[in-house]
């Protein structure tokens, strides 16, 4: 249980990051540093990513300490020296954080969010900063695309019995909710978030029964206007045991819709729709869950499966098509010099740097990755969030957040919202300037290799 | 962050739960409920699951309370009667909890645990208990797998930067040193659960220093004996660096090994073992990491690559292969009556089971299940956990589980516990007397259907 075991966070390192820092110490290395934030690749089935969880960042840097307790723990490992414990101890992030808003779609290698401070704190924290925009940024590219394959319609996530823990379900329903999912089933989500909850009845109900008549009827009693789930025993049985007791029991029996859970949703919505229809039950819904995706939803919507809402359970809540992004956080300059590494495949790109969305008629048209100093056409997306170890402003309310991210996927081009790869890729330029630094950069680090110095 | 914002867990739950409670209410349903965790089917690339979580389940229950500002949450949501939230407000778990081990091997549609408990209670307490057992299950599974590959090489957990959120880190950690990994990076993890720490650089230390034998200099002094990081640049240039330094400085500059993390890593190896054994330096070892899984580890390991450790991250750590199972929590008995669905595709086995493993000559020959009060060949696995809402026991220390978990995989034939798919698979009969119910409780509820009553 996380609550009960996860005190302060100053622990949630790796363990390398702490002797690094040691290291550092020893060798007085007080320097600031840039480290970047991004994906280095898209994962194949993504287009864009929906940046998520830099809004947090700042107000855990804040709080950032080590107890006595961690500290007791470190000095058991007999690593760590008492000079550099007394540091950690003393610990505060002194630091300034740039990061795009929450809710912003993003591409490879460009910054998400940049840490500007003392190496050796810009260095601890690592772990915690990847870790937290890494499973928000996740879980909203996912919850982006399920939204728009249902064009519309509501998408309610249902995902918390199977994401990776208890945090992970409440900041999956944070994200999938910025992304555009309307609802969750996650009551402490929706407590924690203000985030809508929906929710009626499992099977574990109609079977505590045994009969489904008797469940549906005590359930309609207690909430009228309700959702039925009609699939325990026989799904279209079940519609019509709906539609007896509605015409049986005229305005004491009131439903608003019934959920599909299993079988051939889309030929199960269509005889479901015919017998409301035929009953004069238009105004009673169709909700379908049971192992939906964007591409279930894409494929049942385009075969004209009359559903109005879609409960998404396991595979967008853990994104299974790709649970892990290849996020990185990279040192890209030390003491006022750039970094990098030399390999080809996976650069760096040094400095402080800025982001640029170019649109043309309300619509992107491509991003450039420049110099912080830089004035390229096109908004600047990164934006200060920390300065000196103090968050500049307080989190936005999500609603906002998730009106935002809404606009912003409305100016991507459509091909790369939709949900086939698009070929050729969104662009992305590095700018001249930016190019030079890296050039010069590396051509640093190939003469120091032959013996020179930075 | 977590635990900033989660308090109490009485709110981690589906709204469905909540819902179905009041009805419940309403309704005067206060029978024993028996309810059964199980997985309905095995990921095509997992012979068998390594269940865990289990053994934080009756603490949890234990606590399990809703804070006032749960309920006035719940209240503002403008569904829940006075006289429910009154119940939640009193509400204490007074169930019984059986479960098998943390670190049991277990098979499809095998009871995992089994919560008996007045329905309201069984009910409640869904989304938390599939939750908590579902992420330390997909990833000791997982764990299990690469540590299996790694053929008693050391393996270490990476991956608590693109793990899902904290818990899962921490919960990750526990899980794999369970499944036989042999330490985490994640010092949380090491304070938390005593798990082995292990990590020394990474590329940043490198970078911050511009030259690498600086770096490697410094950092030799600070911690003698330790892993240098030889890729940043070009790894065979850093392997001859390592030599120099060592034959230029003897006794001064000590490592225990180098850490390959690019490029072919079993062409690297082979050419910096022959470097190393050249130079007489056979006692400096070879980790390797960079992408790896228990594919990529069994591959460079049957190619001969002499690589001594594994630092093994996202793969594992997400379980990417299979990020989440088809875990459910089924209704299998309600007033001491058996209950089951009709799906001959979703069966649920009624009433409370025991899980039996048959074994001859130490190795694992076949399961049943049957029923709860059953006495059939082999040993045993569900054992009670909770009685009358009180956990049993204080949990075992993670090393004893640890042991246990690799005695009970030494027992399992080895073409399950190998990589590939093993056809047919492992065999789990169902008791003549759990066939009989089930068949019984089937007929049960059509005759119910036909106007008949339990």
Known sequence: ?????????????????????????????TDTAVFTLFVRRLPDCRNFLL???????????????????????????????????????AFRFTGDVYAVPDGTPVFANEPI???????????????????????????????????????????????ARRTHGIEAAVQAARALYIAGVAATSNVLAGKLYGIPVAGTMAHSYIQAH????????????????????????????????????????????TVSAVRLDS??????????????????????????????????????????APINGFGVGTGMAVSDDA??????????????????????????????????????????????????????DGRPLLQMTMRGGRQLSVPQGIHMVRNRAAEELARLPPDVTALARVVPPYPVRISNALERHHAQTREAVMTHRRGGRF
Chains 1, 2 share one sequence.
Request: aromatic share 8%; charged share 25%; glycine share 10%.
């Open 323 to 376: 649970p892990a992004l290849d996020i990185v956080y990279k040192l890209a300059e030390y003491g006022g010099a750039g970094r990098t590494k030399l390999s080809r495949h996976k650069p760096i790109l040094p400095g402080r740097k800025q982001l640029f969305r170019r649109e043309e008629d309300g619509r992107a048209i491509g991003d450039a990755i420049g110099l912080a100093g830089e004035r390229l």
């Open 51 to 89: 940046a998520c969880g830099m809004e947090s960042i700042p107000g855990s840097l804040e709080q950032l300490r080590f107890t006595s307790d961690d500290l007791a723990y470190l000095s058991s490992l007999q690593l760590f020296a008492d000079d550099f414990l007394t540091w950690l101890r």
């Open 210 to 253: 045994g009969d489904e008549r008797d469940a549906f009827r005590a359930f309609a009693r207690t909430f009228p206007g309700t959702t039925l789930l009609v699939d325990t025993y026989d799904t279209l049985e079940g519609v019509r045991r709906v539609i007896d007791l509605v015409e049986s029991t005229p305005g004491e029996f």
């Open 1 to 29: 249980m996380i609550n009960a075991q996860l005190g302060e966070l100053g622990l949630f390192t790796d363990l390398y990051e702490l002797t690094m820092l040691q290291a550092y110490m020893a060798e007085r290395m």
């Open 113 to 159: 969010l940049e840490i500007v401070a003392p190496l050796m704190q810009a260095q601890l924290v690592e772990t915690l900063v990847m870790n937290q925009v890494h499973l928000q940024t996740v879980l909203a590219s996912k919850g982006a695309r399920v939204a728009a394959a249902a064009q519309g319609r509501t998408v309610v996530d249902f995902g």
């Open 263 to 304: 079988g051939d949703l889309g030929a199960l919505a269509r005889e479901t729709r015919r017998m409301l229809d035929a009953a004069g039950l238009q105004e009673i819904g169709i909700f379908a869950s049971s192992g939906l995706d964007e591409h279930a939803i894409a494929e049942l919507l385009a075969a004209g």
